[in-house]
Every structure is written in structure tokens, then in C-alpha cells.
């Protein structure tokens, strides 16, 4: 199983300023790579797939970068609604598995 | 617009067992892969079964021999049997659209498993 450790588990900052999420995977997954945004008492929503594409409607203050086994999902400057859980996970072998998750909390 | 609404959840004692439903709408269901992904009062997402267009069917580990994923393409609809189910199991259980990741979600259906 691959694992996905994801870091910091908490990220507090303030609304404008730039956030930078990182997940390492304990084995390459090339690109079959993507980031989650969750609010509370919402499902997951998808941000980014293939490690670098933005899915449909995703504003461009978020991207994400990264191949093989370490992975960034950016925010260029945070808006109030951006302040949620973002989960990666990978899809390149079974079972496919989702990191623990990164808080990213108003200061 | 693309809808996936789950159905099913409950209370039910351990050892018991549940059928979760997904209704998909807003798109051809049949050509969709879909899946089952849980979330633990919490905790984070975890992946537990898929199905693709043709049936082919994976499981994670700890629900493999117990629970059983279905569909029924006439239907537009994506099932989920839960047996034998555990304190552990107790989450809610969203059902997703795979097209490469999870692009669609439903809201999900919290099941708890408590005497």
C-alpha cells in the first residue's frame, strides 16, 4: 500500500497570504496524483488531477506541482473561503489512498 | 448537472448489515466508473471500493469479505451491501464518480454501527 504523509498538519495563516501544502508519497505514483478541498459538513471537492491540472471551475490562485513521490499544492493568496481540509491522493496502484490531510486555519 | 445522492444509512448493531444506494443523474452512468469513499466522525478519507463500467470490482482490505459493491446501470444507480459490520465502519459513506480522479461527489449517508 502506498502511503501518503502529508505536511504540516495544521497550516495557520492569514487571508491574503500564500499557502504551501505538501504530501510525499512512500513510493513513486508518476502523476496519478490529486488534491481535495473539504469544508466542514461538505464532501470533498476535486482541485487538481494529474498532480498539475486544475479541475473545471478551479480558481488559478490554486496550483499544484510535484512528480514521482513528493507533491505542492499551492494557494497564491488566500480568500476566506479557501480556509478548509485539503486531502492528496493517489490513484496509481490499489488501494488507492488518501493522505491525512492538511488544516489550513485563519491566524 | 452532474448529481449523486446517497441513500441507506442508519443505526445497526454490530455483527449486523446495511445496503447504501447512490442515485446518479446528469450523466451516462453506465460509462462511469464509480466508487464508495468513507470518512470516520473526524478522521480523514478512505478509499473502499470500486466498480468500473464493465465490473470490474476492487476492495480495500479491511471491508474485503464483508462488504460487496454493486450496479445496476438500468437504474443509474450504485449499490453498496454491508455485512458483518464493525465499530470501525461507523462513518459517512459518499459515493464518487471516478473519470481518472474523483470529480463528482454525493453528500453521503452517515452509518453508525453502535449496540
Known amino acids: 500500500e502506498i502511503v501518503l504523509t502529508q505536511s504540516p498538519a495544521t497550516l495557520s495563516l492569514s487571508p491574503g497570504e500564500r499557502a504551501t501544502l505538501s504530501c510525499r508519497a512512500s513510493q513513486s505514483v508518476s502523476s496519478y496524483f490529486a488534491w481535495y478541498q473539504q469544508k466542514p459538513g461538505q464532501a470533498p471537492r476535486l482541485l487538481i488531477y494529474d498532480a498539475s491540472y486544475r479541475a473545471t471551475g478551479i480558481p488559478a490562485r490554486f496550483s499544484g506541482s510535484g512528480s514521482g513521490t513528493d507533491f505542492t499544492l499551492t494557494i497564491s493568496s488566500l480568500e476566506p473561503e479557501d480556509f478548509a481540509v485539503y486531502y492528496c491522493?493517489?490513484?496509481?496502484?490499489?488501494?488507492?489512498?488518501f493522505g491525512g490531510g492538511t488544516k489550513v486555519e485563519i491566524k | 448537472e452532474v448529481q449523486l445522492v446517497e441513500s441507506g444509512g442508519g443505526l445497526v448493531q454490530p455483527g449486523g448489515s446495511l445496503r447504501l444506494s447512490c442515485a446518479a443523474s446528469g450523466f451516462t452512468f453506465s460509462s462511469y466508473e464509480m466508487n464508495w469513499v468513507r470518512q470516520a466522525p473526524g478522521k480523514g478519507l478512505e478509499w473502499v471500493s470500486y466498480i468500473s463500467s464493465s465490473n470490474t470490482i476492487y476492495y480495500a482490505d479491511s471491508v474485503k469479505g464483508r462488504f460487496t459493491i454493486s450496479r445496476d446501470n438500468a437504474k443509474n444507480s450504485l449499490y453498496l451491501q454491508m455485512n458483518s459490520l464493525r465499530a470501525e465502519d461507523t462513518a459517512i459513506y459518499y459515493c464518487?464518480?471516478?473519470?481518472?480522479?474523483?470529480?463528482?461527489w454525493g453528500q453521503g449517508t452517515l452509518v453508525t454501527v453502535s449496540s
Open positions: 491522493q493517489q490513484r496509481y496502484n490499489w488501494p488507492l489512498t
Open positions: 464518487a464518480r471516478e473519470d481518472l480522479q474523483f470529480d463528482y
